[in-house]
């Protein structure tokens, strides 16, 4: 009896990404502390962090206002090309909409956090819930794909949060600012978590433009390939790219035959009926009878199965076989279709050669979710049958 050896189990790589953040939050809360531990007045606050000189507390001001329109404009051409993105994909416009309601929801929290609780709970309870919330879904497709988002969106919060600045020298704005900060905080460390994805993001564009070049690479390949089958055929085999490019279904159809090894007789026998009903030629109904066979077995040996069904319409008889295997890899097609004796399997390998002799068109739809087969026959004159 043999004994079947497991297959060897993926390494699991560990991601230690979640030291960073964690380092950085320790730093955060650190300084915090020192800010407690140095007992100052109110007055030598204010001296410390508001600047005193009217001059200067101009110049900062004006430039805090410039650098929030800078970061502004910025945002706005990264938005415009989000807009221009989503005309074609509108899934742009649900991560934009996700990504203004993380920061909607960061800034009401950290804004109720700053105004009802010690500056040391605030940060605490603030980054705690936004940040573990973060943790929680980073590994989700959703929130990954607000990578691109929360990048322009670091631009709008900076804009945002420089133009508040700003404004202290006309209307104090920190009550506003303090809690902005923290979204701005936020918003990096989503970003933060997310930094293993960053030469993915970094090189998006690149990568889009690689998937365009291998798309129209394979295209022309592929019609390349279709051309050459059908001139080395003699115009026989139709090499299809879509389901569109099979031929027009004749009306009048059998019912859907199963193929399997024990039911081919029944697409042989509906073949070899309509092959009659045509007015086909004792060797013409032999010869579809003959393809019909090839394509069916195919569709079983190397498809696991599939379905038949067979269509006719005055002199002619159209018989479309499909299954769900493999496919014919495009490397392997023109050996698989033109050469005699070629298979990938344990079979006689003579089914495409033969279904090219007996019939008049055979189109050919292949692919990794299966193989879609259209015969197409009409019946000859009597003299080219004579001849």
Same mark, same amino acid.
């Given at each position: 009896?043999?004994?079947?050896?497991?297959?060897?189990?993926?390494?699991?790589?560990?991601?230690?990404?979640?030291?960073?953040?964690?380092?950085?939050?320790?730093?955060?809360?650190?300084? /915090?502390? &020192?800010?407690?531990?140095?007992?100052?007045?109110?007055?030598?606050?204010?001296?410390?962090?508001?600047?005193?000189?009217?001059? /200067? =507390?101009?110049?900062?001001?004006?430039?805090?206002?410039?650098?929030?329109?800078?970061?502004?404009?910025?945002?706005?051409?990264?938005?415009?090309?989000?807009?221009?993105?989503?005309?074609?994909?509108?899934?742009?416009?649900?991560?934009?909409?996700?990504?203004?309601?993380?920061? /909607?929801?960061?800034?009401?929290?950290?804004?109720?956090?700053?105004?009802?609780?010690?500056?040391?709970?605030?940060? &605490?309870?603030?980054?705690?819930?936004?940040? *573990?919330?973060?943790? #929680?879904?980073?590994?989700?497709? +959703?929130?990954?794909?607000?990578?691109?988002?929360?990048?322009?969106?670091?631009?709008?919060?900076?804009?945002?949060?420089?133009?508040?600045?700003?404004?202290?020298? +006309?209307?104090?704005?920190?009550?506003?600012?303090?809690? +902005? %900060?923290?979204?701005?905080?936020?918003?990096?460390?989503?970003?933060?978590?997310?930094?293993?994805?960053?030469?993915?993001?970094?090189?998006?564009?690149?990568?889009?433009?690689?998937?365009?070049?291998?798309?129209?690479?394979?295209?022309?390949?592929?019609?390349?390939?279709?051309?050459?089958?059908?001139?080395?055929?003699?115009?026989? #085999?139709?090499?299809?790219?879509?389901?569109?490019?099979?031929?027009?279904?004749?009306?009048?159809?059998?019912? /859907?035959?199963?193929?399997?090894?024990?039911?081919?007789?029944?697409?042989?026998?509906?073949? *070899?009926?309509?092959?009659?009903?045509?007015?086909?030629?004792?060797?013409?109904?032999?010869?579809?009878?003959?393809?019909?066979?090839?394509?069916?077995?195919?569709?079983?040996?190397?498809?696991?199965?599939?379905?038949?069904?067979?269509?006719?319409?005055?002199?002619?008889?159209?018989?479309?076989?499909?299954?769900?295997?493999?496919?014919?890899?495009?490397?392997?097609?023109?050996?698989?279709?033109?050469?005699?004796?070629?298979? %990938?399997?344990?079979? #006689?390998?003579?089914?495409?050669?033969?279904? #090219?002799?007996?019939?008049?068109?055979?189109?050919?739809? *292949?692919?990794?979710?299966?193989?879609?087969?259209?015969?197409?026959?009409?019946?000859?004159? =009597?003299?080219?049958? =004579?001849?």
């Amino acid at each position: 009896m043999a004994v079947t050896t497991p297959a060897p189990r993926a390494p699991r790589t560990v991601s230690y990404i979640w030291l960073l953040p964690a380092l950085l939050l320790c730093c955060a809360y650190g300084l /915090l502390g &020192l800010t407690f531990a140095e007992h100052l007045s109110h007055m030598e606050i204010m001296e410390r962090c508001v600047l005193v000189s009217p001059n /200067l =507390a101009r110049i900062w001001s004006v430039a805090h206002i410039e650098i929030g329109l800078a970061y502004f404009g910025v945002f706005g051409g990264m938005a415009y090309y989000l807009f221009r993105a989503a005309k074609v994909d509108p899934t742009h416009l649900t991560d934009l909409g996700l990504g203004f309601a993380y920061l /909607l929801f960061s800034f009401l929290l950290d804004f109720t956090c700053v105004r009802y609780f010690t500056p040391f709970v605030a940060l &605490l309870i603030g980054d705690a819930i936004v940040m *573990t919330f973060t943790l #929680l879904v980073s590994q989700q497709l +959703w929130f990954q794909r607000l990578l691109g988002i929360f990048v322009p969106l670091v631009f709008f919060t900076c804009a945002f949060g420089h133009f508040m600045e700003g404004l202290t020298y +006309w209307k104090l704005t920190y009550p506003v600012n303090v809690p +902005w %900060t923290m979204v701005t905080a936020d918003i990096g460390f989503a970003i933060l978590v997310n930094a293993a994805r960053f030469p993915a993001f970094i090189r998006g564009q690149d990568i889009v433009n690689e998937l365009e070049s291998a798309k129209a690479e394979a295209r022309a390949r592929h019609l390349f390939l279709r051309d050459v089958l059908l001139s080395v055929t003699e115009g026989h #085999l139709h090499f299809c790219e879509t389901q569109v490019d099979l031929p027009t279904p004749l009306p009048d159809s059998s019912p /859907l035959l199963p193929l399997q090894r024990d039911t081919l007789r029944g697409i042989r026998r509906a073949a *070899t009926e309509a092959a009659e009903a045509a007015g086909f030629s004792p060797q013409e109904v032999h010869d579809l009878q003959t393809a019909v066979a090839e394509a069916a077995m195919n569709a079983v040996v190397h498809g696991g199965g599939g379905q038949g069904i067979v269509r006719a319409e005055g002199d002619a008889v159209q018989v479309l076989i499909t299954d769900q295997g493999a496919g014919i890899h495009l490397h392997e097609l023109p050996r698989a279709t033109l050469e005699r004796g070629f298979s %990938t399997k344990d079979s #006689l390998g003579h089914g495409f050669w033969l279904m #090219l002799q007996m019939v008049e068109r055979v189109d050919l739809l *292949t692919g990794a979710s299966g193989t879609t087969l259209v015969l197409t026959h009409r019946r000859r004159p =009597a003299l080219e049958q =004579a001849a």
